[in-house]
């Protein structure tokens, strides 16, 4: 309390500090400006760690709720056919199913066995074949492990089922997640896919047959060209042959043609010769048949035309003279 009867306020740190800042005596005004600018400062000084605190509260909440594990998503979720096929495979029997050594597929060793005792441990049946026709939907193939001599088949091994997924492997299950099941497109393309298999080794096989058809008319096709040209070559040399024969004929008869050639040239300077001794000889002839034809006498007629009476008659005057 004042001299005047008011109450003086009692200064806080914050006033002293105010004050001492001021570092001299204020007006009352100024004081009282002073004064409220103190309490703001206050006021916020004391709600600044119930802030702090609220801020802790919520910052742990939130690290809490990170810290909780969060459901996958359903795109992630991995399906339960593949987590029991992985289990199965990883306890089972090794006689029975396993592993490969290199891990990148599993071998079921006694097909009977794995369907009777170990399907029916995470399946609601111990059909084989419903079995694998389900990995067929997920991607799977069978491997076959077939030697290339029938002499080195193992009949140990020989009953072995392989399977084969990139993504399922040993010691691996992470990768999982990126085995999808087949939809009805996926599975309607692979049966169209399938189709074309067939078709194209159809028309492979089509090929085949056209290639060894070609090929069986080539080598005929080579064989009458062979033919043809040896008999080309042999008319070629018979022509030639009859060629050298005829100039062989034709050198043979030049030196006897060459005489009668020589000597035909005679003729037509003797030709004037000839014709006058044939004329004179058609001359003598002519005179001698007029002469037969000319009328004769009595005498020489009875002689010419008894000749053998007067040759008769003469020995008998010979006899009688």
């Known amino acids: 309390m004042s001299g005047d009867g008011l109450a003086t306020p009692q200064t806080t740190g914050a ?13 009352p005004e100024e004081k ?29 909440e939130v690290v809490r709720e990170k810290r909780k594990p969060k459901a996958c ?42 369907a009777s005792s170990v399907l029916p441990l995470y399946f609601k049946h111990s059909n084989f074949s419903s079995f694998a026709r389900q990995l067929n939907f997920y991607g799977f193939r069978k491997l076959r492990t077939d030697p290339i001599l029938t002499s080195d088949v193992d009949p140990r091994t020989a009953c072995y089922v392989r399977f084969y997924h990139d993504k399922f492997q040993k010691d691996r299950p992470e ?10 497109s996926d599975q309607q393309n692979k049966d169209e896919v399938e189709s074309l298999k067939g078709e194209v080794c159809k028309l492979k096989e089509c090929m085949g047959q056209m290639n060894h058809r070609i090929n069986t008319l080539t080598s005929e096709y080579e064989k009458v060209a062979t033919l043809l040209t040896e008999f080309l070559t042999r008319s070629h040399q018979q022509q030639l042959q009859q060629q ?28 004037p ?33 008894n000749p053998e009476a007067a040759a008769g008659s003469s020995p008998s005057r010979q006899r009688t003279g």
Not at 82 to 94: A, E, F, G, V
Not at 274 to 280: A, D
Request: hydrophobic share 35%; with cysteine.
């Open 15 to 27: 006033e002293e500090g105010c004050q001492s800042e001021s570092g001299a005596f204020l007006s």
């Open 32 to 60: 009282r400006d002073t004064q409220v600018t103190c309490d703001v400062l206050c006021s916020l000084s004391a709600s600044y760690p119930q802030r702090s605190a609220a801020a802790e509260d919520l910052s742990s």
């Open 73 to 114: 998503p359903k795109q992630h979720q991995l399906p339960l056919f593949l987590s029991k096929t992985y289990h199965m495979i990883d306890r089972c029997d090794p006689e029975i199913a396993t592993w490969s050594a290199s891990g990148d597929n599993f071998v079921v060793k006694n097909v009977e066995k794995f």
């Open 175 to 184: 990768l999982l997640h990126q085995i999808k099941r087949a939809t009805k």
């Open 244 to 271: 050298q024969q005829q100039q062989q004929a034709t050198q043979q008869l030049a030196p006897a043609a060459a005489p009668q050639a020589g000597a035909a040239p005679r003729g037509p300077c003797n030709a």
């Open 273 to 305: 010769d000839l014709m006058h001794s044939l004329s004179q000889v058609a001359a003598a002839s002519l005179q001698r048949h007029l002469q037969t034809a000319v009328v004769p006498t009595n005498g020489s007629a009875m002689k010419r035309e």
